[in-house]
């Protein structure tokens, strides 16, 4: 990167501005020669063969290269092909896409955004919730563990139509991923077409993974009221029924007592013309919805009810 560019951040807070060759060579001088056949020339390791395929400790995959963070352990699964396997990316924002017609068939290669290290293929026979699997070599990684739990944390919310809620916490600075799901029911595993008959109890709901050092617990708790309205009672806008009720619920005694204290100075605020209807709760298990609902609105370019809570400085 030139003296004077501007960076180029990603949404979870990460510096992804390319490289330049002068600014890689020093990175890859530090290379195996297997990881420089892996990264630097697309090469890839023989199956069942990588250190980190049985990997299960909590943490993130970062590039070997320029250690920018790619996935995360809460998205590693037993894929069953001989590669580390992942549904999702830790920042979409971190890895790029381009068609591999390299060997006779048409294949999806993926690479680190930032110094362009082949990293291996996506492909669309994963399990939910993207119905994707990125199929990595172990060798274009370094495994950071994760010893204190602090890197990430996490926060579930429910505000009516689950598609708005999540495309906006996505946008959020510090938040690493947001997905739609079903929680604080009475039945075990329930689907969509279950939850819309609004007897298995359940909210739609979203599951946010976020960055406590970049983003706060308040801040997401501001975001969640100014996208949707708090003071309606088992519906928002069109949609009702009690799954789309406004709910915050919380995972430790911290967070609920950081929702009620929110609550508590929304209500007096003014800003209502109505008693604020949003229950807090503790958060009970969390079902990802199935992956047609995941990133309904990038996918489709439909809107819905929700309001965007950012700054035009925080996109």
């Known amino acids: 990167m030139a003296p004077d560019a501007t960076p180029q951040m990603s949404a979870s807070g990460h510096d992804i501005t390319p490289l330049t060759d002068a600014q890689k060579a020093p990175l890859v001088a530090k290379l195996?020669?297997?990881?420089?056949?892996?990264?630097?020339?697309?090469?890839?390791?023989?199956p069942f063969c990588g250190t980190?395929?049985?990997?299960?400790?909590?943490?993130?995959?970062?590039?070997?290269?320029?250690?920018?963070?790619?996935?995360a352990s809460t998205s590693k699964f037993d894929s069953g092909s001989g590669w580390p396997s992942f549904t999702q990316?830790?920042?979409?924002?971190?890895?790029?896409?381009?068609?591999?017609?390299?060997?006779?068939?048409?294949?999806?290669?993926?690479?680190?955004?930032?110094c362009d290290a082949h990293l291996g293929h996506v492909f669309p026979d994963g399990p939910p919730p993207t119905g994707e699997r990125h199929?990595?070599?172990?060798?274009?990684?370094?495994?950071?563990?994760?010893?204190?739990g602090t890197h990430t944390a996490t926060a579930y919310f429910a505000g009516g139509c689950f598609w708005g809620i999540e495309h906006y916490f996505q946008l959020g600075p510090g938040v690493i991923d947001a997905q739609s799901?079903?929680?604080?029911?009475?039945?075990?595993?329930?689907?969509?077409?279950?939850?819309?008959?609004?007897?298995?109890?359940?909210a739609e709901?979203?599951?946010?993974?976020?960055?406590?050092?970049?983003?706060?617990?308040?801040?997401?708790?501001?975001?969640?009221?100014?996208?949707?309205?708090?003071t309606q009672v088992d519906r928002q806008g069109p949609d009702v029924g009690t799954q789309y009720r406004s709910g915050i619920y919380t995972v430790d005694d911290a967070q609920a007592q950081a929702a009620r204290a929110f609550i508590a100075a929304e209500s007096a605020s003014?800003?209502?013309?109505?008693?604020?209807?949003?229950?807090?709760?503790?958060?009970?298990?969390?079902?990802?919805?199935?992956?047609?609902?995941?990133?309904?609105?990038?996918?489709?370019g439909r809107v819905c009810h929700v309001s965007n809570p950012w700054g035009a400085d925080e996109h």
């Open 32 to 46: 195996t020669p297997e990881q420089v056949e892996i990264t630097q020339k697309a090469g890839t390791e023989r």
């Open 52 to 71: 980190l395929l049985d990997n299960k400790q909590d943490g993130a995959y970062h590039c070997v290269v320029c250690d920018l963070p790619l996935f």
């Open 89 to 114: 990316a830790f920042d979409p924002q971190h890895i790029t896409r381009t068609e591999d017609r390299s060997h006779g068939m048409i294949r999806t290669e993926i690479s680190c955004a930032r």
């Open 135 to 148: 199929c990595l070599n172990s060798e274009s990684l370094t495994f950071v563990v994760d010893t204190d």
């Open 181 to 202: 799901g079903y929680m604080n029911g009475d039945v075990k595993d329930p689907d969509y077409r279950a939850v819309c008959t609004g007897e298995t109890g359940h």
């Open 205 to 230: 709901a979203v599951k946010v993974v976020y960055d406590p050092e970049v983003i706060t617990y308040e801040r997401l708790l501001q975001a969640f009221f100014d996208m949707h309205d708090p």
């Open 270 to 300: 003014g800003r209502h013309d109505r008693a604020i209807a949003t229950e807090v709760e503790p958060a009970d298990t969390f079902y990802p919805a199935e992956a047609y609902h995941q990133d309904y609105i990038a996918k489709t």
